[in-house]
């Protein structure tokens, strides 16, 4: 381009930013449609989780909790108050008997579960269908949402550079590149939310998650801090998969 078409150009854009001395802000919400399909369902339970990790936090208590209570506020479904399930007698009895070495013939559940492996252990009681049809049963036929949640401390050493003011005997200052350990704390939370169908009992949807958050070495972060945190990550996921949502935001149009 030369430079009088730059000149020209320059000018017409001059021109053009005086001419819109007036400019409004017009607020939009672009709609997301839900990942599932709950027309069929008027009532929602949040039957339980088989949880496990960081004794520090009772993730099945607490995920039912947080998730019924954001349900109550951001779903139209009704959320039915009811026990929590004790899954994990179920699928040790759908195992063919209990946990720990008191089991005989077949190889016994973990009692503790620490990792992913000792939680895959109890995932067949997601499909055992015709204990989830009784359940829907008993409550109506409502939607169920379950699943298996993780809790784990986490820990994180990397290589970390900075930069460090330097003088030599004449004065003169150099800045110098310094590389250093840094440890790191927090937590990890994984696992899948389950949507089961009351009315048969099958898995309509399954969705996994897995979200970490790390802290400076000398912070005290507590466990129940650190799983609202993560959990606050995971909830408009989780609420988008059973109603649609609306992502807000603006648009400007010059006059």
């Known amino acids: 381009m030369t430079a009088r078409a730059v000149l020209i150009s320059s000018a017409a854009a001059v021109v053009l930013t005086a001419a819109c001395t007036n400019y409004y802000e017009i607020p ?57 399930l004790p899954l994990r007698d179920v699928a040790a009895d759908a195992f063919g008997g209990p946990t720990g070495e008191e089991a005989d013939a077949e190889p016994a559940l973990p009692e503790s579960i620490k990792n992913d492996r000792d939680l ?36 994180q050493t990397r290589m970390q550079q900075t930069e460090q003011e330097v003088y030599d005997n004449l004065g ?13 704390k927090g937590f990890g939370l994984s696992g899948r939310f389950i949507f089961i169908d009351g009315r048969t009992g099958t898995t309509l949807y399954s969705q996994t998650f897995a979200e970490q958050v790390l802290y400076d070495a000398n912070r005290q972060t507590p466990a129940l801090s650190s799983y609202f945190e993560l959990m606050d990550r995971l909830i408009p996921s989780f609420l988008a998969t059973l109603s649609s949502q609306k992502v807000r935001g603006t648009r400007i149009l010059l006059n």
């Open 172 to 184: 003169r200052r150099r800045v110098m590149p310094v590389r250093r350990m840094i440890e790191r």
């Open 120 to 155: 895959d252990a109890y995932g067949h009681v997601f499909a055992n269908v015709e204990y989830w049809k009784r359940i829907g049963e008993e409550y109506q036929q409502p939607l169920i949402v379950s699943g298996t949640m993780l809790f784990t401390e986490q820990a």
């Open 28 to 84: 939009i919400e672009t709609p997301i449609r839900a990942k599932l399909d709950v027309s069929p369902f008027q009532r929602v339970l949040v039957a339980g989780f088989i949880a496990g990790g960081s004794e520090d936090l009772d993730g099945n208590l607490e995920t039912t909790r947080l998730l019924r209570s954001q349900l109550r506020t951001k779903s139209e479904l009704r959320v039915i108050d009811a026990d929590v």
